[in-house]
């Protein structure tokens, strides 16, 4: 299974950008998708996760109000909608799927990784 990221760029603070992530390969049970990003010099870090078939969301603190993730189960894809964007919020982006039913913000609890996105948002 691989997970398809795309989307990112560079943008000025104050703009938008919206991530995707589609799965490719086998078919694979899953339960959450989630998006975490690294930031030069710092741990991965924890966006946003999405449960697969209800819908419900949980964000990070740092990107409440401003970044939406969303699925379309049709298109078996996952968005991050990043609007504000922050120079803090300068990372690599990447897309993650959860086979356990169980909620989980830790990077540890994700089974299959996409392989990022560069986000640069300029001041």
């Known amino acids: 299974v691989q997970l398809q990221a795309s989307g990112g760029g560079l943008v000025q603070a104050g703009g938008s950008l919206r991530l995707s992530c589609a799965p490719s390969g086998r078919t694979f049970s899953r339960a959450f998708m989630g998006w975490f990003r690294q930031a030069p010099g710092k741990e991965r870090e924890f966006v946003a996760t999405i449960n697969w078939i209800g819908g419900s969301t949980s964000y990070a603190d740092s990107v409440k109000g401003r970044f939406t993730i969303s699925r379309d189960n049709a298109m078996n894809t996952v968005y991050l909608q990043m609007n504000n964007l922050k120079p803090e919020d300068t990372a690599v982006y990447y897309c993650?799927?959860?086979?356990?039913?169980?909620?989980?913000?830790?990077?540890?609890?994700?089974?299959?990784w996409g392989q990022g996105t560069q986000v640069t948002v300029s001041s």
């Open positions: 993650a799927a959860r086979s356990s039913r169980l909620y989980s913000q830790r990077s540890s609890g994700y089974d299959y």
